[in-house]
């Protein structure tokens, strides 16, 4: 295969003027051309060339007009050597462009322009309104951080390693508690490796956007009465999960939670806990019962027992990054040997 490419440093004011010099460069370019390709037919015979027909040629141009009209309101803009391609749809109240391509050689401040308008973008802000409230470069950078940890910026750097599990989805390796199965962090335990689905950054800020998407405040609206909400500063808040939101099994924690108006323990096996007074009894009747006396075990059943108090709001969690309910604190705790499911530590809650 051969390829020919034609360089102009012709500047243009517009797509017409694309065209018009388009036109002025063939005439110069196609006799260049059919020599070339006359030489390669004499050195090699069974050489073939191809030619795009005219009514080809007029499609396409159409075709890039067309387009060009479309876009007529994209933004073309240098600055500091880096072409900025900007989308007319959608923007924000600020209008701000939102779907942008930044390029241009190495050292000319793709990285450092990017944070700026990533936070210019999530927090609505134009430049001269953000260049108030971040003079320098180290609160800007601090501010971008801050986006980050709450999930309103992803950033990622494509490099040959960076695959599809990185970006949209793919099978993590976890260590796990070799007894039940459930995550462990503890060490001297004895763990085993295990598997789990782990969404990439792309699909965690898509689906987080869809929900936001989603989301109504008139419809969804929270149950709790003024007075629960004029205390909220006087409460404690927690975050649970009921079973396992990758096994479809454990659907039927979170719906029996929800039918019966409570949260539930994994945690802490069949053991009643109603003896205990303390952290150390809870350790206690774990050995007694010959558990596996885990510090995350011992931890996690304490603060359901005696941490989390009426009137407290937990929160259950959809994976690491939502919520699917939210409820408040009704009462103590109290352990059901004959509950229907295989958790048995619960409180009651309401919402």
Known sequence: MEYFEVHTYAKHKSFEDILNSIDKLMFFVSPIVDREISQLKERNPNWVAGRIESEKFDNMIKWMTDRQLRSKDAMTEQKGGI??????????????????????????????????????????????????????????????????????IGFVTFHQSFGYEDFIEGIKPIMVDGKDGSPSSELGEQKVLNYEIKDGIFKMMSVRAESYQSFSSESKQMMFDKQIIDNLDKKQFFKMSLGNTANEDDQIIYEYCLENNCIALGWGQEIDYNRAKDEGEIGKLLEEHGGSQSSYEISAVKCFIFGMKVGDIVFISDGNLKARAIGMIEGNYFYDYHSTIYYKHFRRVGG
């Open 83 to 152: 072409m900025y391609e900007e989308d007319q749809f959608p923007k924000n109240n600020n209008h701000h462009p939102l779907n942008l391509i930044l390029y241009g050689p190495p050292g000319t401040g793709k990285t450092y322009i990017t944070k700026n308008l990533a936070v210019q973008i999530a927090e609505n802000k134009s430049e001269k309104e953000l260049n108030e409230i971040y003079p320098t470069r180290e609160s800007l950078n601090e501010a971008f951080k801050k986006l980050q940890e709450r999930g309103q």
